[in-house]
């Protein structure tokens, strides 16, 4: 699926050919490098994975035919909101030479819509606490603080 937002920048769905640059992007976020050929390997069979879910979808958002951000948005209903769908925003990541032109904010409401227009009560991300730029740029969408988030790390198998 592919989505015009402006006659030079699209959004479109990842595909398993996608892995390698979706990777990258990925990457991009925290600075890592270059995504070794193990990474790009597991953003494939993540992607598989992904493939699973009913409503679970990796978005490239590209300028000018160039991949420049992605994100990736699950949609499925809260058994706490009497089956209401919800969505979760992950995987939010804008090239850094491409950051404060306006990309991020473009490709987040058309997250947003893309969560409004399957009914969503809410859309949720989390961020690392660190990321202080990040949390101003979604508290400047409408986004707010709610709550505390809380997680726990096990070992990898």
């Known amino acids: 699926m592919q989505i015009p937002l402006t006659p030079n920048i699209f959004l479109r769905t990842a595909t398993l050919d996608d892995a390698p640059a979706l990777a ?36 490239l958002l590209f300028e000018d035919d160039q991949l420049v951000g992605s994100f990736s948005l699950m949609v499925f209903p809260s058994p706490s909101h009497h089956g209401f769908q919800q969505a979760l925003l992950d995987g939010v990541a804008i090239l850094p030479e491409k950051r404060g032109q306006g990309l991020g904010e473009m490709m987040i409401r058309q997250a947003m819509r893309l969560a409004s227009d399957k ?26 603080q709610h709550g505390l988030s809380f997680s726990i790390q096990f070992e990898a198998n």
């Open 24 to 59: 990258a992007v990925l990457a991009s976020m925290d600075e890592k490098g270059a995504p070794t050929a193990q990474d790009q390997l597991a953003m494939r069979e993540t992607l598989i994975d992904m493939a699973g879910y009913p409503d679970f979808c990796a978005y």
């Open 119 to 144: 009914h969503c009560y809410k859309l949720m991300l989390s961020s690392n606490i660190k990321r202080v730029a990040a949390h101003r740029f979604y508290e400047h969408l409408g986004f707010t």
